[in-house]
């Protein structure tokens, strides 16, 4: 388990390691000096519109509580944002959610063209399997990232978020989000603790706190986004609940999440944390 004391403040975890990902990340993207220059562009814009790399930084938090150097877990982290970054921009498209902003910036096909946009996210989604190649990581991370990103996960929950038909109930809406968010956040958590070599014990318990995450960030949203998602198509949380039920319903995800961590021993106490703090983020 983890020899790293554990922050009482769950923000100075995120940044510490979200600027060893950013390294990571800058000195990857430098290394695709053998791509087109319209591409490498492309590409790098659609990584660099920030945001808070939830999925890399809870990776690296696993590994580091299941007692992994950093190091062994940033191939599994890139790929996991890679593959989310891909997502982001196929789903902007005018086929999908016809975006045109993304965090403040136009997104990849209002700035690039809708067929560059296709391609950067196509090189993206094939990169993140090249770094888990150059690696040599376990065939079980390469299973898991492909799993998750795939039809049975976050590829398939979209095919149901784009579906017309209304989500019957909450029920349905919550299979929804365990497949488009979820899937590739518990994916992240898993994928941490497999590079620390955690043990049968610890991977249930990473998988837990990886899918109750994944449901807590969406029941997060969807109460912060009240008002945008008045017309939503029955796709968020409060045509199917009222706001206090949801936020009842998002203590006891957290508490689920934090219970998991604590699990791990003194290492997920910083899991934990961040946990509680996706409950109560204001944005």
């Given at each position: 388990m983890?020899?790293?004391a554990?922050?009482?403040?769950p ?15 800058r000195k ?14 492309s590409?790098a ?11 890399p ?12 150097p950093?190091s ?8 996991v ?11 902007d ?8 902003f ?6 990849c096909h209002?700035k ?5 946009a ?12 090249a770094?888990l190649?150059?690696?040599?990581a376990p065939?079980?991370?390469v299973?898991?990232?492909a799993?998750?990103?795939g039809g049975?996960?976050?590829v398939?929950?979209?095919?149901l ?15 929804l989000?365990?497949l488009?968010?979820g899937?590739?956040?518990?994916a992240a958590?898993?994928?941490?603790g497999?590079?620390a ?7 249930a318990?990473l ?6 995450l994944?449901l ?9 986004d009240a008002?945008?998602d ?8 409060l045509?199917?609940?009222?706001a206090d039920?949801?936020r009842?319903?998002?203590?006891t995800v957290?508490?689920e999440a934090?219970d998991?961590a ?12 961040f946990?509680?703090a996706?409950r109560?983020?204001k944005s």
């Amino acid at each position: 388990m983890s020899t790293v004391a554990p922050s009482q403040d769950p923000y100075a975890t995120h940044a510490r390691l979200l600027n060893v990902f950013e390294e990571a990340l800058r000195k990857h993207i430098a290394g695709w000096e053998t791509w087109p220059a319209l591409l490498r562009e492309s590409c790098a814009y659609a990584l660099g519109t920030g945001g808070k790399r939830v999925r890399p930084v809870v990776c690296l938090m696993a590994a580091e509580a299941c007692g992994a150097p950093l190091s062994a877990a940033l191939p599994f982290a890139l790929a996991v944002e890679l593959i989310h970054t891909y997502s982001l921009v196929h789903d902007d498209l005018p086929s999908m959610d016809d975006d045109d902003f993304r965090r403040g910036q136009p997104t990849c096909h209002k700035k690039f063209g809708e067929a560059q946009a296709i391609l950067t996210g196509d090189a993206l989604l094939t990169e993140a399997f090249a770094v888990l190649g150059a690696a040599q990581a376990p065939a079980a991370q390469v299973a898991l990232l492909a799993t998750a990103a795939g039809g049975g996960g976050m590829v398939g929950g979209q095919v149901l978020d784009i579906d017309t038909a209304p989500v019957p109930d909450c029920d349905a809406l919550e299979h929804l989000h365990r497949l488009k968010t979820g899937a590739l956040l518990r994916a992240a958590v898993l994928g941490g603790g497999l590079a620390a070599g955690a043990n049968a014990d610890a991977q249930a318990a990473l998988s837990r706190y990886g899918a109750a995450l994944g449901l807590l960030f969406q029941i997060t949203d969807d109460l912060l986004d009240a008002s945008q998602d008045a017309d939503a198509g029955n796709r968020s949380y409060l045509n199917h609940l009222d706001a206090d039920t949801l936020r009842a319903r998002g203590e006891t995800v957290a508490a689920e999440a934090g219970d998991a961590a604590r699990s791990l021993g003194a290492g997920g106490e910083a899991m934990a944390l961040f946990a509680d703090a996706i409950r109560t983020r204001k944005s």
